[in-house]
């Protein structure tokens, strides 16, 4: 139980459609808090860690209901100001509704969410701009206080463009009094998204999708009906897929404009790739050759989030190259089971030195992460023979329904 079964070493045919993006859904249901009437949610992903988030705004006094993929939230009787040690920790995105609790309650109590297997993953920096405007916050050994009679705007500039700093800025600063305008903001796409929903509900922002925000305090939002972009990581792990299992596949909404990165990766290993508006297509008819550098960046570079599924694909090049983590410290959690399948990868600190087998075996893995559980499969694609995930629990956090995905892209995949 808890796994996925993987028959691989066959070329992949088919096409499937890319759900909605995790990473932008779970802001936007955190700022549905800031709005006292209905939010409707549509192309939302049934992934845990959706309703993960649901729980805790059911906690916090919120109606949630589903209908197919659409989310309905009203959080016209939202109170409760307090998040247990256990709902953080299950969750660390669960941090991002810290900014939005602040507009609606004026107070937080919440445990520190903690590390987690990728890295330590601190909260200093979300904190730090939090109290340029006004929040006063009491920490205590494992919980927080945050209080704030009225949030201020404030000039904010971050020291680093921290994805979850930069989400629960801009949900502070929506209903705080005045302008905000916060310089050094991170760029992703998923903040344009969260963005874009809270200006689709009547806040006052400019500078969507760039490092310099300007937002103006509004005294209340409306009520909104917003659809969820599909998910770049997700389509690119399917990319992935394709790259190192050979064949052609076809992924449907997936957002060619936000995937530069892996895309020009996928040509220089000699993929052949065509974007139209329905989505991407990928076909891989040899074997590919070895990328000699890629490293990890901030949007627009190559994400964290992808450099497990690549280095699947670099595992099987032909040649050797050389892979940067420049995000998360302890992102090479997955080269353990690579290696067990076959590949030959050696880490050294924020580096890993791969030279392209020609061959992976299947083998019995563990998934220890989201994107390094996602990895194995890509890596259970290309291997000759059977692969079993164990824990398919962590990519369940991530992906809907990875197997019927694969499935639809030819893969003989499926839960065990
Ligand atoms: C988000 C994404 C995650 C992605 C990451 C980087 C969500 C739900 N998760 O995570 O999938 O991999 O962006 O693109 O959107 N840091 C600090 N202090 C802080 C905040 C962050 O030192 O106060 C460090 C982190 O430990 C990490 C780095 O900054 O090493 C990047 O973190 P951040 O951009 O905040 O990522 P998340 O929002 O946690």
Redesign the pocket.
Known sequence: MDSIHIYGGNLLKGETRIQGSK?AV?PILAATLLVKGTCIIKNCPRIADVYHMQNLLQELGCLVSWAGNTVTVNAAQASDNRMSGESVTRM??SIMLLGAMLGRMGEVVMSYPGGCVI????????LAALRKMGVEIEEEEHMFTARAVRLQGAEVKLP?P????TENVILAAVLAEGTTVLENA?R?P?IAALCEFLAAAGADMEGIGSGRLVIKGADRLHEVKYTVPADRIVAGTYMTAAMAAGGSIFLEQAPSNQLGALLKAAEEMGCCVTINKEGIGMDVLRRLKALPYLKTEVYDGF???LQSPMMAVMALADGQGIVEEN???NRFRVVGDLVKMGADIETVRNKAYIRGVEKLTGAAVEAEELRGGAALAVAGLAAEGRTVIKNRHFIERGYEDICRDLRDLGADASIG
């Open positions: 990473n779970l660390r995105s890295g330590r993953r601190p909260i200093d920096i979300h680093f921290s994805v979850g700093a991170a992703e998923e994400p964290t989030d995000i998360f410290e």
